[in-house]
Structure formats: structure tokens, C-alpha cells
């Protein structure tokens, strides 16, 4: 009795799993049950929907199970009708219905929709702050709410991209707008799952405003300076306090996720292993305490073998660990990196991004083909 109640408790808790993760095994996909899941990005949204119709036939006969699709871009969201953010500007000129219509259609053909918050933590973008002054409809009003340097200065500013303004990941009025936005996106359409990004702190010189000093300073009784010495008893603490800054975020967001969404995959874009303490993105623990169904490590570099083995020590080889390969270094590094963790037995793989994939997918299905000898 007790043998056979045993093995129905494994059998439920498989269910259970396969639900949640997405892992359905269909006539396209890797007999193993390897999960393919891949981003499309707002570049994609701007296509005609016979391109993304095709583009999601293709998806689906090279074995992928499952399509991100940006909904949080530049300050805006990709949805109409939103109470939040007002909808992305160039999409509502081009198909304001867009999103819903390729939800629908990604499940019309077996495979798994997920809305993708790729701007997470980032409020707006901007190619020039002197000619558009706004930090986004959200930091506009709240501008408490906004990372800063420790310089005062409230923007990260790359040479080739432009401005980010971001919001203080610490700020207990951060998480609640953006678990607010991210519930109405869930019940805007029929998404399967959420997929967050950039949880994270924008970089090491964030964030220094009036919220994170005085929370600092009653968390660990120590004054937020920009710079501690290496190794000090002051880094350690501002290290450990970053990063429970944003596992609080996906703490909450998940019990209010599993509540309102029951049997919804939530997964999360996460940093590379080297990227953890700038970032401020204690991914591994959010695994280890069940915040997420599944993490998409960022692994976009020409050799990937050093970041897997980190990953393998530090979680095993745990089945929650989907991994992030970039398509846009080409169809030979894209076969040997996939290769590679097949060989090391990992779950699956998630593919940066929809329009590099598509230039090297019909070489990649050829390859897989003559690999198997069909």
C-alpha cells in the first residue's frame, strides 16, 4: 500500500511538473523531451502577420515548444488598453491587436505563448535625453522611484544604444506597479506563462536613491557608499542586501503569480554566473525556494562550457535550467553550444532571438536531420 501510494505521488508530481514547464512532447519535438523555447522581440511584432504566421510554422517543425513574446518594451507595453503604460507608440500604429492575435496562433499550433517583460526593472529608453526629457509615463509621476548613481545621476547612458532610466529595485512602490502591470498582461490575453527579464539592478553604480540609503543604512546598519573595500564586512552586506532586494520582488510576484494564475509557467531571462553580484540577481536561490518554475541563464558568448559547469555545480543538473544560447553568432556556434549541453545532459535550451534564429533554423533543422540519420 504504502510502495503503491509512493508511486502515485511520483507519478502526480510528474504531471505536476510537465504542466507547469511546458515539457509536452509532440511528433516535431526532441524524442528525449528536450524543451526549445525562443524570444521574439518587438523587431518581430513589426512583422506582417503572414511573415509570423510562417515564421511560427517553422518554429513549430524544428520542435519548439515555446514562444516568449515582448510585452514590456521601452517604457510601453505591446498590449492595448492597458491602465498602466499606454501601448508601444510604433505597434499601435502598425497592429495594436498583434500580440493577442500571436498568442493565439502559437497555440493554434501546439506550442506554448508566454508574455515576455523584457524591459523588467528598465521604466524608458531614449536615443537623446535632450530632446525627449521623460523618463516614462511611471518615473515621470513617481520620480522617487528612480535608480540613481551615486553621482546623482538618474540614467544609465550607453554610446551606442542611447539612455535607460530604471526603476530603484528596492522601492516597495517598484514591485507593486510592475506585479500590477504584469497580472493585467497575464489577463490581457490567454498567455501560457510569464516570462520576467531584467530583474536586476542596471549595474554595480546603482542604486544609490533616497530609498535604497535610508533602507541600507536600517537593514545593516551601515551608510550606502559607492565604493567599499573589496572583501570588507560593508560589501558583503551591500552584496547580500542587493540581491535580497530583488529575490523579495520575485517572492511576491510568485505568490501573487500561483494564486491568480494557477498551472502558468513562471520563468525568468537571468544573468550569466559572472554577472550575479553586479547584477544583484541571486537567480540560484530563486530555484532552490520554488519563486520560479524555470530560469533562463544568459549564456551569449562563444564558449559556454566554463558558465554550464558553474551552473551544474551550483544547482546540478536540475531540470529547471533551461539555457540561454544566442543564434546570432551563427549556425556553427548556435549546433556546437546546443551539442554541448546535450552532451552534459542538460534540459533544454532557449534561443536570443526570433530574427537571428530565423536565419540560421532551416541550416539547423538540415543538421539535425543528417545528425540523426533521417
Given at each position: 500500500?504504502?510502495?503503491?501510494?509512493?508511486?502515485?505521488?511520483?507519478?502526480?508530481?510528474?504531471?505536476?511538473a510537465?504542466?507547469?514547464?511546458?515539457?509536452?512532447?509532440s511528433?516535431?519535438?526532441?524524442?528525449?523531451?528536450?524543451?526549445?523555447?525562443?524570444?521574439?522581440?518587438?523587431?518581430?511584432?513589426?512583422?506582417?502577420?503572414?511573415?509570423?504566421?510562417?515564421?511560427l510554422?517553422k518554429?513549430?517543425?524544428a520542435?519548439?515548444?515555446?514562444?516568449?513574446?515582448a510585452?514590456?518594451?521601452?517604457?510601453?507595453?505591446?498590449?492595448?488598453?492597458?491602465k498602466?503604460?499606454?501601448?508601444?507608440?510604433d505597434?499601435k500604429?502598425?497592429?495594436?491587436?498583434?500580440?493577442?492575435?500571436?498568442?493565439?496562433?502559437?497555440?493554434?499550433?501546439?506550442?506554448?505563448?508566454?508574455?515576455w517583460?523584457?524591459?523588467?526593472?528598465?521604466?524608458?529608453?531614449?536615443?537623446?535625453?535632450e530632446?525627449?526629457?521623460?523618463?516614462g509615463?511611471?518615473?515621470?509621476?513617481?520620480?522617487?522611484?528612480?535608480?540613481?548613481?551615486?553621482?546623482?545621476?538618474p540614467?544609465?547612458?550607453?554610446?551606442?544604444?542611447g539612455?535607460f532610466?530604471?526603476f530603484?529595485p528596492?522601492n516597495?512602490?517598484?514591485?507593486?506597479?510592475?506585479?500590477?502591470l504584469?497580472?493585467?498582461?497575464?489577463?490581457?490575453a490567454?498567455?501560457?506563462?510569464l516570462?520576467?527579464?531584467r530583474?536586476r539592478?542596471?549595474s554595480?553604480?546603482?542604486?544609490?536613491?533616497?530609498?535604497?540609503?535610508?533602507?541600507?543604512?536600517?537593514?545593516?546598519?551601515?551608510?550606502?557608499?559607492?565604493?567599499f573595500?573589496?572583501?570588507?564586512?560593508?560589501?558583503?552586506?551591500?552584496?547580500?542586501w542587493?540581491?535580497?532586494?530583488?529575490g523579495e520582488f520575485?517572492?511576491?510576484?510568485?505568490?501573487k503569480f500561483?494564486?491568480?494564475?494557477p498551472?502558468?509557467?513562471?520563468?525568468?531571462?537571468?544573468?550569466?554566473?559572472?554577472l550575479?553580484?553586479?547584477k544583484?540577481?541571486?537567480?540560484?536561490t530563486?530555484?532552490?525556494?520554488?519563486?520560479?518554475?524555470?530560469?533562463m541563464?544568459?549564456?551569449?558568448?562563444?564558449?559556454?562550457?566554463?558558465?554550464?559547469?558553474?551552473i551544474?555545480?551550483?544547482?546540478g543538473?536540475?531540470?529547471k535550467?533551461?539555457?540561454?544560447?544566442?543564434?546570432?553568432?551563427?549556425?556553427?556556434?548556435?549546433?556546437r553550444?546546443?551539442?554541448?549541453?546535450r552532451?552534459?545532459?542538460?534540459?533544454?535550451?532557449?534561443?536570443?532571438?526570433?530574427g537571428?534564429?530565423?536565419?540560421?533554423l532551416?541550416?539547423?533543422?538540415t543538421y539535425?536531420?543528417?545528425?540523426?540519420?533521417?
Amino acid at each position: 500500500m504504502n510502495l503503491m501510494k509512493a508511486a502515485m505521488m511520483v507519478a502526480v508530481s510528474a504531471l505536476v511538473a510537465t504542466t507547469a514547464l511546458g515539457k509536452e512532447t509532440s511528433a516535431t519535438a526532441a524524442g528525449n523531451g528536450e524543451f526549445r523555447g525562443v524570444w521574439l522581440t518587438r523587431e518581430q511584432l513589426m512583422e506582417s502577420r503572414e511573415a509570423l504566421g510562417t515564421r511560427l510554422d517553422k518554429l513549430r517543425d524544428a520542435g519548439f515548444q515555446r514562444v516568449a513574446i515582448a510585452t514590456q518594451v521601452r517604457g510601453y507595453t505591446a498590449l492595448p488598453d492597458s491602465k498602466i503604460l499606454p501601448q508601444w507608440p510604433d505597434l499601435k500604429a502598425h497592429d495594436e491587436k498583434i500580440v493577442s492575435w500571436l498568442v493565439d496562433e502559437t497555440q493554434k499550433r501546439g506550442m506554448k505563448a508566454d508574455s515576455w517583460t523584457e524591459y523588467g526593472f528598465y521604466a524608458y529608453w531614449t536615443p537623446d535625453k535632450e530632446k525627449d526629457p521623460s523618463r516614462g509615463v511611471i518615473l515621470d509621476k513617481n520620480p522617487e522611484m528612480t535608480a540613481m548613481t551615486a553621482d546623482g545621476k538618474p540614467y544609465h547612458h550607453d554610446p551606442k544604444l542611447g539612455y535607460f532610466y530604471a526603476f530603484c529595485p528596492s522601492n516597495p512602490k517598484t514591485h507593486e506597479v510592475l506585479i500590477s502591470l504584469y497580472d493585467e498582461m497575464m489577463n490581457q490575453a490567454p498567455f501560457d506563462g510569464l516570462n520576467l527579464d531584467r530583474i536586476r539592478f542596471t549595474s554595480d553604480s546603482f542604486c544609490y536613491c533616497d530609498h535604497c540609503k535610508e533602507a541600507f543604512k536600517k537593514e545593516t546598519g551601515y551608510e550606502l557608499k559607492a565604493q567599499f573595500p573589496k572583501g570588507s564586512g560593508e560589501a558583503k552586506a551591500m552584496s547580500k542586501w542587493r540581491s535580497a532586494q530583488t529575490g523579495e520582488f520575485v517572492r511576491k510576484l510568485s505568490e501573487k503569480f500561483r494564486k491568480d494564475h494557477p498551472g502558468k509557467m513562471l520563468s525568468s531571462a537571468v544573468v550569466s554566473p559572472d554577472l550575479i553580484e553586479e547584477k544583484g540577481q541571486d537567480w540560484p536561490t530563486w530555484i532552490e525556494k520554488g519563486y520560479v518554475d524555470a530560469v533562463m541563464p544568459m549564456l551569449y558568448g562563444n564558449t559556454i562550457d566554463t558558465w554550464v559547469a558553474w551552473i551544474i555545480k551550483r544547482l546540478g543538473n536540475d531540470d529547471k535550467v533551461f539555457y540561454g544560447i544566442d543564434a546570432g553568432q551563427g549556425m556553427p556556434t548556435f549546433a556546437r553550444q546546443v551539442d554541448k549541453l546535450r552532451s552534459v545532459g542538460a534540459p533544454g535550451f532557449m534561443v536570443w532571438e526570433g530574427g537571428s534564429l530565423g536565419k540560421i533554423l532551416d541550416q539547423w533543422t538540415t543538421y539535425e536531420k543528417e545528425k540523426s540519420g533521417k
